[in-house]
């Protein structure tokens, strides 16, 4: 068996929240729709991939989420223009790293990325 995709699921009562964050702020495509269950994502190749940690890196907390982008500043102006309040950061980690935390409209602690 080979495990092809893993995909994270959040329950919510205003699934509109997520285009208003993720396809508006974020840029995801909207890739599947029944109403009820929407589904945003890219074209762009991604690895399977699923972490555990007790902490988050540099004694923040896990996030929920890790979303890497290819360019961290334009993700930054477009929280900052949303208005989303910046949980930690932005700061060049030690291991290679630069990215910054914010709380998606669920709740969801994201740890948004880029490789240096």
Known sequence: MKVKRIMANTRTADIDKAAAFYRDIL???????????QTY??????????SFGSEGGSGTAVPDLSI?????NEALNRIEKHAVPI???????PWGVRRFYV?????????ILQHE
Do not use: A
């Open 68 to 72: 890497e982008v290819d360019d961290l």
């Open 103 to 111: 709380y998606d409209p669920f709740g969801k602690l994201l740890n």
């Open 87 to 93: 949980e930690y950061g932005p700061v060049s980690e």
């Open 27 to 37: 840029g995801l495509e909207l890739l599947m729709d029944h109403g009820w269950f």
């Open 41 to 50: 994502g890219s074209d762009e190749q991604m690895g399977v991939q699923i």
